[in-house]
């Protein structure tokens, strides 16, 4: 792992920062990054025995202890508690951190890390796979369903400190899992960056539903890598949700590598003040009788700008492909942006691909029926973002977190 760390830093320095010039890069703007300044580790504080023992700032974002088979919980550099149901553990189970895996699944860890997301990949994924720290590894056994999900809490409170946090997710053969991954901490002064990258692996008729929650503070620029590799007759469900930082860029992309494999890639943001986010999302068809599912929504307010750009490739083996590609967004204001920019790449010739963007403001006809009933500008707006987001909001299985999402939009509007 040294030499790997070694060998990515040199990637990381051989590679140009991207700029304006570069083609996934033209509409996002990072010239006020200042990389030179990231702290990326500090000294992970102490261990605690039990939940009760977490800072009170973390132990608000926790689902009750029945609703969940095991917590991991990172303080900035390093995991300060992590808990798994034994009857889950006796089946073979692995959750933990990731230096934990390094050191005891060392095997496991070399059979699957960097291979979704090598270093070379980009300029922020050498710079990830060099100071990665924390992190999680979750593995299910062949055969292992895991019925109800796990939780995972990344939370970032030191002062002029960067995250550096890493997932690597492996689903064995007919095996089944969910995971929550949520990322959240204070609005700090100092400027700070997140590089997280999520490798998962669905392997032969297994199913992963994997839901990652972006709450940072407003002073962090978020660079994040998900990949996900599936085989044969294997099934990802998969959320992005981004609601913090100042700067959000996401690289979200389904290796549909085995035949009659199938995802439902879902994504969901809203943005306020000046927050900027960026997603580029790829459902790669390799194999052929695979089906993608995207469905991405945001609602911006106030001076928020977003961009999508997603891609369906059919390869020239992915013959009886089903593809579907959606965007949609919502403007609350009138200085608020959105650029959507779907494409295709067809190589095969037998197969059913569709995309989809819309751009607007809310509906005058839907504000006026609300207000005719006596309801404010801004608790009308709430109704409509609320109906905008239920369906993406209805499939995230733990209720206690969606509840608190939900606050969280209701604020972004002018809420309480």
Same mark, same amino acid.
């Given at each position: 792992m040294r030499e790997a760390r070694l060998a990515a830093f040199e990637t990381f320095e051989s590679l140009a920062m991207p700029t304006l010039k570069d083609e996934e890069w033209r509409r996002t703007d990072? $010239?006020?990054?200042?990389? #030179?300044?990231?702290?990326p580790f500090a000294t992970p504080g102490s261990r605690v025995a039990t939940v009760d023992h977490l800072p009170p700032e973390l132990r608000n974002d926790l689902a009750a202890g029945d609703q969940i088979a095991g917590l991991l919980v990172q303080q900035d550099s390093g995991s300060i508690f992590g808990s798994l149901q034994d009857a889950q553990a006796s089946r073979g189970v692995v959750f933990c951190d990731l230096p934990t895996a390094v050191r005891e699944h060392g095997d496991l860890v070399k059979r699957y890390f960097g291979r979704a997301v090598p270093a070379a990949y980009s300029k922020f994924s050498a710079l990830?796979?060099?100071?990665?720290?924390?992190?999680?590894?979750?593995?299910? +056994?062949?055969?292992?369903?895991?019925?109800?999900?796990?939780?995972?809490?990344?939370?970032?409170?030191?002062?002029g400190l960067s995250s550096f946090s890493r997932a690597l997710i492996v689903a064995e053969p007919d095996s089944d899992l969910t995971l929550i991954d949520q990322w959240f901490g204070p609005t700090? #002064?100092?400027?700070?960056?997140?590089? *997280?990258?999520?490798?998962?692996?669905?392997?032969?008729?297994?199913?992963?539903?994997?839901?990652?929650?972006?709450?940072?503070? $407003?002073?962090?620029? %978020?660079?994040?890598?998900?990949?996900?590799?599936?085989?044969?007759?294997?099934?990802? %469900?998969?959320?992005?949700?981004?609601?913090?930082?100042?700067?959000?860029?996401?690289?979200?992309?389904?290796?549909?590598?085995?035949?009659?494999? !199938?995802?439902?890639?879902?994504?969901?943001?809203?943005?306020?003040?000046?927050?900027?986010?960026?997603?580029h999302t790829l459902q790669d068809h390799q194999a052929p009788h695979t089906t993608s599912d995207l469905l991405y929504k945001g609602a911006l307010n106030d001076r928020s700008r977003s961009v999508f750009s997603g891609l369906i490739h059919a390869r020239?083996?992915?013959?009886?492909?089903?593809?579907?590609?959606? %965007?949609? *967004?919502?403007?609350?204001?009138?200085?608020? !942006?959105?650029? !959507?920019?779907?494409?295709? #790449?067809? #190589?095969? %010739?037998?197969?059913?691909?569709?995309?989809?963007?819309?751009?607007? +403001?809310v509906d005058d006809e839907q504000m006026f029926y609300l207000r005719s009933r006596a309801l404010s500008e801004t608790d009308a707006k709430r109704v409509i973002v609320e109906g905008f987001f239920e369906p993406v909001l209805e499939r995230i299985p733990l209720e206690g977190i969606v509840d608190r999402l939900r606050l969280v939009i209701s604020s972004k509007i002018g809420g309480k």
């Open positions: 990072i $010239r006020a990054l200042r990389l #030179e300044s990231v702290v990830q796979t060099a100071f990665w720290s924390g992190g999680i590894f979750l593995y299910v +056994p062949r055969g292992v369903e895991v019925a109800i999900p796990l939780q995972a809490i990344t939370y970032l409170g030191t002062t700090l #002064e100092t400027p700070a960056v997140s590089t *997280n990258v999520q490798e998962v692996f669905v392997e032969q008729n297994a199913r992963v539903r994997y839901v990652t929650l972006q709450e940072w503070g $407003r002073h962090v620029w %978020n660079f994040s890598i998900n990949r996900s590799i599936l085989s044969r007759d294997a099934t990802l %469900n998969s959320l992005v949700v981004a609601f913090g930082g100042r700067f959000h860029k996401a690289n979200v992309e389904t290796a549909l590598a085995g035949p009659g494999s !199938s995802v439902e890639m879902l994504g969901l943001l809203a943005g306020d003040e000046r927050q900027f986010f960026d997603h020239k083996a992915a013959q009886k492909t089903d593809a579907i590609q959606t %965007n949609r *967004n919502l403007l609350l204001s009138g200085e608020a !942006s959105a650029h !959507s920019i779907p494409n295709l #790449e067809i #190589e095969a %010739n037998d197969l059913r691909c569709t995309h989809a963007a819309t751009v607007a +403001p």
